[in-house]
């Protein structure tokens, strides 16, 4: 681990990062988590707050993963994951579970992403203009639909490249439209200003996170 | 008497067309009408143009389709799977035309055709690939690209209950995209896994009304497995 190693703080692992967005999701948001780290977040929201989860594949009040023995074969995420289903709960047609999306009805989405931009533009979905087989499935729509967009992703690459960039070098997902950004070092406001620090990890100085990041950051007045 | 209800597969899939664009149901493998899927290998129309969220997984079904090349064009939202393979194979070679198309903006398409409506105005894939070379407009301040209405000439539709009318219910998340294609499709053909008599589905339960429905099925498999 370098960065224990040569400085002195902690990055967050990945159950502490979901955990960290988690406290941020208030009672009586209509949530997307995407696919992948994102829809961790849920095992973090307690069931007494009432946090409605959406499933792009027709599901609103979606629950936990069923013990095994419990599985429902009809019952599945946009990560074709076996899911359960809320009190309360309902399904819809596909049309009809976009319309959640792209018709502004839903409080929060959180993806993760390749590369977020200064200027909120998100590229999550294809790492170069010819890849083999694209596959881009409802991300632009919850990227372009939904009221508010949070990314949640490692603030590097694994070689220590910055995921927060200037300008997008990736194809984009949508322009404009990340509010928030949360990284295993640090929380990030997207605004008129650039990137704001709201966040950061034990030990982190806003110097050493400027060092690993692409774009400016910006202190919080 | 109107009954909707086909006693064969052969009378389920009589009359497609080679070059119909054929419009298939599920997500993942709920909701997928496989068996008709399979009826359509049989029946052997081709030079398909296909529109579903997937491309297919293994060497069955849809993916069966393509392989034994019967696929010109796949239109969907992400053609990736567990098992991708024959759909890569012929994309890498040039052997079939992939339209990609953003998830909502797919079901949405769908759903303009079956309501009439030539095309519509969205937000989705402006300022990306999806967005380049379509037409632009701005409605209170904000920019939409303009998106056509996607009709098939056979829609592939699995049902949970249907009647003889053709009145159609789903089970659980494998509602997704088949209500919108039974709408979307000059003739939508369903499978069902029950047959009702006419007045037993309570009709504040039916989601799909008969009039979107023209030939239906019994096909009683059991459980979706496998994605």
């Not at chain 1, 819809?92 to 200027?119: K, P, T, W, Y």
């Not at chain 2, 249907?162 to 089970?171: H, I, M, Q, S, V």
């Not at chain 2, 047959?195 to 309570?202: A, K, Q, S, Y």
Request: glycine content about 10%; overall charge negative; some cysteine.
């Amino acid at each position: 681990m370098p960065d224990t190693a040569v400085t002195d703080f902690k990055p967050l692992n990945r159950v502490e990062m979901a955990a960290r967005v988690a406290r941020d999701i208030p009672e009586g948001w209509y949530v997307n988590l995407g696919i992948g780290i994102p829809t961790g977040i849920a095992d973090h929201v307690p069931l007494e707050r009432e946090v409605i989860f959406h499933s792009e594949n027709g599901v609103l009040g979606m629950g936990p993963a069923p013990p095994k023995d419990k599985i429902d074969p009809w019952l599945i995420n946009a990560g074709k994951q076996y899911v359960t289903l809320r009190q309360g709960g309902s399904f819809c047609h596909h049309a009809d579970s976009f319309s959640m999306i792209r018709g502004g009805h839903l409080d929060l989405c959180v993806l993760g992403a390749f590369q977020v931009a200064e200027n909120g533009d998100i590229a999550n979905w294809a790492t170069s203009e010819n890849d083999t087989a694209p596959a881009v499935g409802g991300a632009m729509d919850l990227a372009a639909g939904a009221k508010r967009l949070w990314v949640l992703m490692d603030h590097t690459t694994k070689d220590g490249t910055s995921k927060l960039v200037q300008r997008c070098s990736y194809p984009l997902t949508a322009v404009g439209a990340v509010k928030r950004v949360y990284t295993n070092l640090a929380v990030l406001d997207v605004t008129e200003r650039g990137f704001v620090v709201l966040d950061m990890a034990p030990g982190l100085t806003f110097e050493t996170l400027q060092s690993r990041t692409d774009a400016p950051l910006h202190r919080a007045s | 008497m109107i009954n909707k209800i086909v006693q064969s597969m052969a009378d389920a899939m009589a009359d497609i067309k080679d070059g119909s664009t054929v419009l298939i149901g599920g997500f993942g493998a709920v909701g997928q009408p496989n068996a008709l899927i399979e009826g359509l290998i049989e029946q052997g129309a081709t030079d398909l143009i296909v529109a579903a969220n997937n491309a297919g997984v293994g060497h069955v079904g849809l993916a069966r389709l393509m392989e034994l090349g019967r696929v010109r064009k796949i239109i969907c939202s992400f053609p990736r799977s567990s098992d991708p393979v024959v759909f890569e194979t012929l994309y890498r070679a040039g052997k079939i035309e992939l339209e990609i198309v953003p998830q909502g903006t797919l079901a949405e398409r769908m759903r303009a055709a079956g309501a009439g409506v030539p095309a519509f105005f969205t937000a989705t894939g402006v300022g990306t690939k999806m967005g380049m070379g379509k037409e632009q407009r701005e409605f209170d301040g904000r920019t939409y690209v303009m998106e056509q209405a996607l009709a098939g000439d056979v829609g592939l539709v699995e049902a949970w209950e249907a009647d003889r009318w053709g009145n159609l219910t789903f089970k659980e998340s494998g509602r997704n995209f088949n209500p919108v294609i039974a709408m979307a499709s000059k003739l939508s053909i369903v499978q069902t896994q029950h047959v009702r008599e006419l007045g037993e589905i309570d009709p504040d339960h039916v989601v799909t009304p008969g009039i979107f429905v023209d030939r239906v099925l019994h096909v009683p498999y059991g459980d979706p497995t496998g994605f």
